[in-house]
Nanobody, 127 residues
Framework: QVQLLESGGGLVQAGESLRLSCLAS????????MGWFRQPPGKEREIVAA????????YYVDSVKGRFTISRDNAKNSLYLQMDSLKPEDTAVYYC????????????????????WGQGTQVTVSS
């Protein structure tokens, strides 16, 4: 069982930055592929970024490429999402997710591929 706890959300103006963190419980964090998802008001949950267990493989949805950076620190059981040049359309509840896949170099982009989810953190970007 893995528990995920996001933090770092808040209210910012367009163009500003936020860094989201996701702290995972358990001793096998390094074997988990991880992802960041978001759910804007009235819309479905969507992938933002994903990362393999080692961090060597990453994925970004087109709308955040060049602005967001996903990273992880396995020694700290932590996943991060650095969000720069934020836009009002980035407003959403952001969730981290985890899936155990051993030490394969795979990441996952479908919500259904993930086993564990955090409770979410609100990010609001004003114009």
């Amino acid at each position: 069982q893995v528990q995920l706890l996001e933090s770092g959300g808040g209210l910012v103006q367009a163009g500003e930055s936020l860094r989201l963190s996701c702290l995972a419980s358990g001793r096998t964090f390094s074997t988990y592929a991880m992802g960041w998802f978001r759910q804007p008001p009235g819309k479905e949950r969507e992938i933002v970024a994903a990362i393999s267990w080692s961090g060597s493989s990453t994925y970004y949805v087109d709308s955040v490429k060049g602005r967001f950076t996903i990273s992880r620190d396995n020694a700290k059981n932590s996943l991060y999402l650095q969000m720069d040049s934020l836009k009002p359309e980035d407003t959403a509840v952001y969730y981290c997710a985890a899936r155990s896949n051993g030490y394969t170099g795979t990441y996952y982009t479908s919500p259904g591929a993930y086993t564990y989810w955090g409770q979410g953190t609100q990010v609001t970007v004003s114009s």
